[in-house]
T-cell receptor
Framework: QKEVEQNSGPLSVPEGAIASLNCTYS??????FFWYRQYSGKSPELIMF??SNGDKEDGRFTAQLNKASQYVSLLIRDSQPSDSATYLC????????????WGLGTSLAVNP | EAGVAQSPRYKIIEKRQSVAFWCNPI?????LYWYQQILGQGPKLLIQ????????DSQLPKDRFSAERLKGVDSTLKIQPAKLEDSAVYLC??????????????FGPGTRLLVL
């Protein structure tokens, strides 16, 4: 079992719709959860992080964390073509050499 | 605030040659990471430094890869000799590295390596 799993996609949504990206993790002791966006040919950039159960909203983005079920999701409301990118989930555990464990990413395509 | 700097941006070499990459992290960031990212995959951690000490290098192919972080600031990653499968983007990232909430990693633009 991979430590951090994401559906590779591609996930295709129409412009204006809600895009839902999911991530599951295996280490129950994980503490912080990060969503990064990576445009083709560019470096990853942080969208948001979450470490408490529940929802965290930032503009059109909402991260949802459920530690009991060991999943974290990212919702993108009013999706725009500029949101088309690969979304990487990363999970942090201070007891695991303080390193992030990365998923392989989900490719999102927002169609005009 | 200046971001993470990397050089060179692109490098083409032949197999069995040597190559070195340089990274300058964000000022004040204690933790520095080198990642290898192959097309279509997530970043793979090669080595993680906390100040000038190595925290994790479990996935670094030590027979050909080496890295150092001089004085806890700049870092270099070297490959000697290179293989075809080393063709990838090499990403450097840094973070404050003091607490879980400060583990946000900031990435440099990366170095694209092509081994022929």
């Amino acid at each position: 079992q991979k430590e951090v799993e994401q559906n590779s996609g591609p996930l295709s949504v129409p412009e204006g719709a809600i895009a839902s990206l999911n991530c599951t993790y295996s280490d129950r002791g994980s503490q912080s959860f990060f969503w990064y966006r990576q445009y083709s040919g560019k470096s990853p950039e942080l969208i948001m992080f979450i470490y408490s159960n529940g929802d965290k909203e930032d503009g059109r983005f909402t991260a949802q964390l459920n530690k009991a079920s060991q999943y974290v999701s990212l919702l993108i409301r009013d999706s725009q073509p500029s949101d088309s990118a690969t979304y990487l989930c990363a999970v942090y555990n201070a007891g695991n050499n303080r390193k992030l464990i990365w998923g392989l990413g989900t490719s999102l395509a927002v169609n005009p | 605030e200046a971001g993470v700097a990397q050089s060179p941006r692109y490098k083409i070499i032949e197999k069995r040659q040597s190559v070195a990459f340089w990274c300058n992290p964000i000022s004040g960031h204690a933790t520095l990471y080198w990642y290898q990212q192959i097309l279509g995959q997530g970043p793979k951690l090669l080595i993680q430094f906390q100040n000038n000490g190595v925290v994790d290098d479990s996935q670094l192919p030590k027979d050909r890869f080496s890295a150092e972080r001089l004085k806890g600031v700049d870092s270099t990653l070297k490959i000697q000799p290179a293989k075809l499968e080393d063709s990838a983007v090499y990403l450097c990232a840094s973070s404050l590295g003091l607490a879980a909430s400060q583990e946000t990693q900031y990435f440099g633009p990366g170095t694209r390596l092509l081994v022929l």
